[in-house]
């Protein structure tokens, strides 16, 4: 039996993982991926807008090549605190179902492998920190399930010479519409905003603003898809319907957590914010014992909790687990 297991094995989820370690608190992290999964699917060429500092955790220093971190250098730090403080992660293992279990006055959480096979883990407390980059945003047009459809950027070489509509306009829709011009695509973006976002990083700005001025790249703003066929997107412009040839749809709408999930466990969420019900101080929900972090406790407003200020939860949920640890023991 456990004290507690963290379900995700972000920075955030890791940041907690340290301060229970920091506290003798046994503990176990469960991960259906890769640790950091969600850095490591960021564009392989990504450089983040924080300062390595405000991405430490464990007072184990993040050194940077410059101002600014990398994506390989952020996967490469994160490595280094888990091996370094070694930290009870077990990755590639999805937990599948968790339940309280009057017997053991426990949770019983259930995963499953890559290989297939069932575990089921007891803790006595468990921390939600699955993170929102598994759920991208719909459009909820009809073609969007197409095989030439993602919501997902990586890399600008797989779209060289192609016809690209990318569908957005933050930081993502930016950086990839400047990388596919670069390697040599045909690109359009569609944005339903007035222009693109105010938000975007300062030094990609003026790199989408000057293909934009100058027309290196198709755009269309106010304007929505309304479907995605085999050959063309259909756009609502201004000006009317119009169909817009293309080869791949990168549809970078955004993400959010998984509130479904939970539910299951008896969490109550926010109809109209999707935030679960949580103690602001101790970050326990309202389920005695379930706890959130990360951007999981933000709903539907994924851009109001980064690394930056959720790694900041952790020791607010260390210390609620230890006091119910010494209640108990005591």
């Not at 096979?117 to 929102?132: D, K």
């Not at 269309?220 to 050959?231: G, L, N, Q």
């Amino acid at each position: 039996m456990f004290e507690a297991c963290i379900i995700g094995a972000g920075p955030c989820g890791l940041a907690v993982s340290v301060e229970l370690k920091r506290r003798g608190i046994p503990h176990v992290v469960i991960e259906k991926s890769c640790i950091v999964s969600t850095i490591y699917r960021f564009p392989t060429q990504m450089v983040f807008n924080s300062t390595p500092e405000r991405l430490e955790i464990g007072d184990i220093p993040f050194y940077t090549e410059r101002a600014k971190p990398t994506r390989m250098e952020a996967l490469t730090y994160y490595r280094t605190v888990v091996r370094r403080l070694e930290l009870p992660v077990r990755q590639y293992e999805e937990v599948t179902a968790v339940e309280w279990d009057d017997r053991n006055g426990g949770f019983r959480v259930h995963s499953r492998t890559l290989s297939g096979r069932t575990l089921e883990t007891e803790a006595r407390a468990v921390v939600v920190a699955t993170g929102y980059f598994d759920h991208p945003n719909m459009l909820g047009v009809p073609g969007e399930n197409l095989p030439h459809v993602t919501h997902y950027y990586r890399d600008a070489h797989p779209y060289y010479g192609q016809r690209v509509v990318i569908i957005g306009g933050t930081n993502s829709a930016a950086e990839a519409a400047i990388d596919l011009h670069r390697v040599g695509a045909s690109v359009t973006l569609v944005h339903r905003g007035p222009a693109m976002s105010d938000k975007i990083k300062p030094w990609v700005k003026p790199d989408i603003q000057s293909l934009l001025d100058k027309r290196a790249i198709d755009f269309h703003f106010r304007s929505r898809v309304t479907e995605i066929c085999a050959d063309h997107v259909r756009v609502e412009t201004p000006e009317g319907p119009l169909d817009i040839p293309c080869d791949h749809v990168l549809a970078l709408t955004g993400y959010h957590p998984d509130t479904s999930f939970l539910e299951k466990l008896g969490v109550q969420i926010d109809l109209e914010t999707g935030t679960p019900a949580h103690d602001e101080t101790t970050y326990e929900t309202n389920v005695p014992g379930i706890y959130v972090a990360g951007v999981v406790v933000s709903g539907f407003d994924a851009n109001r909790i980064f690394i930056e200020n959720g790694r900041l939860q952790a020791p607010r949920i260390a210390d609620a687990i230890a006091s119910r640890m010494a209640a108990r023991v005591g």
